[in-house]
């Protein structure tokens, strides 16, 4: 899996104008051969701190993706940012779940956990 990171640093004026831009790329992203997700996030502390993280099945499709129309319109952006784009591409060889959480926590993890799920509500 190839995970790509862009950060961007937008002009206040500009925020809305990036956002909606960003958000309007969701389904042509989606429909992307190898794309396997497409999520924009602000920061909690700087609503003008904003991060698009993509996921894709692998570098072929990343490589279409960074050729295409869809990726000119997000580089076209520039004009909106203090800075130009933050692209860090990473490719992850492997992926773990809950049962790494397990693993790290042992049983003590499993007996609080156990114990805690008592709370949670029940339909």
């Not at 002009?11 to 051969?33: A, F």
Request: proline share 2%.
């Amino acid at each position: 899996m190839i995970v790509v990171r862009i950060t961007m640093n937008v002009l206040p004026e500009k925020q809305k104008e990036l956002v909606q831009t960003l958000l309007s790329m969701v389904g042509s992203m989606e429909m992307e051969t190898g794309c396997l997700s497409y999520s924009l996030y602000c920061n909690m502390e700087d609503q003008n701190l904003l991060n698009l993280l993509e996921e894709w099945q692998t570098r072929k499709a990343l490589n279409q993706h960074l050729r295409s129309d869809i990726f000119d319109v997000l580089l076209g952006t520039k004009s909106l940012l203090i800075e130009p784009h933050g692209i860090h591409i990473y490719t992850i060889g492997q992926s773990e779940g809950m049962e790494a959480v397990h693993s790290a926590r042992g049983k003590e993890f499993e007996r609080v956990h156990k114990d805690a799920s008592q709370y949670l509500p029940t339909d």
